[in-house]
Nanobody, 127 residues
Framework: QVQLQESGGGLVQAGGSLRLSCRPS????????VGWYRQAPGKERSFVAA????????NYVDSVRGRFTISRDNAKNTAYLQMSGLKPEDTAVYYC????????????????????WGQGTQVTVSS
C-alpha cells in the first residue's frame, strides 16, 4: 500500500510564499500522476493542480493559476506545489494524491481518479 506524505505547510502572511512537498512511501513515483487538493473548513475538498507522470502537462484551478506552480522531481521521488502571492482564501488543508494508472502525459482534475492520498498539511494565510 502506497502512502503519501505532505510537508511544508505553515502560517504565512498574505503575499507570502510556501512550498509544499509530497513523497510516497513506496511504489515507483515516476509512474504516478499527481494532484494537489485543498479543503477549507466547512467546504468540500477541491482541485488545485495536477501534473502528468512525465511532468510535461500541468493544470490548475483558475483561482491559483499564475500564483501556484506544480512540479515534480522523479529522481527525488517528490512532487511540489510552489505557492506565491498567497491570500487568506488559500487557507486550507492541502492534500496530495496519486494515480498509478494514468497515461504518460495525462493529468486529472476529478478527485475520484486518484487512488492514494496523503494526510494533509495545514496552510494558514493571515491578512
Amino acid at each position: 500500500q502506497v502512502q503519501l506524505q505532505e510537508s511544508g505547510g505553515g502560517l504565512v502572511q498574505a503575499g507570502g510564499s510556501l512550498r509544499l512537498s509530497c513523497r510516497p512511501s513506496g511504489g515507483t513515483f515516476s509512474s504516478y500522476t499527481v494532484g494537489w487538493y485543498r479543503q477549507a473548513p466547512g467546504k468540500e475538498r477541491s482541485f488545485v493542480a495536477a501534473i502528468s507522470r512525465n511532468g510535461l502537462s500541468t493544470n490548475y484551478v483558475d483561482s491559483v493559476r499564475g500564483r501556484f506552480t506544480i512540479s515534480r522531481d522523479n529522481a527525488k521521488n517528490t512532487a511540489y506545489l510552489q505557492m506565491s502571492g498567497l491570500k487568506p482564501e488559500d487557507t486550507a488543508v492541502y492534500y496530495c494524491a496519486a494515480n498509478p494508472t494514468g497515461a504518460l502525459g495525462a493529468y486529472y482534475r476529478d478527485r475520484n481518479s486518484y487512488h492514494y492520498w496523503g494526510q494533509g498539511t495545514q496552510v494558514t494565510v493571515s491578512s
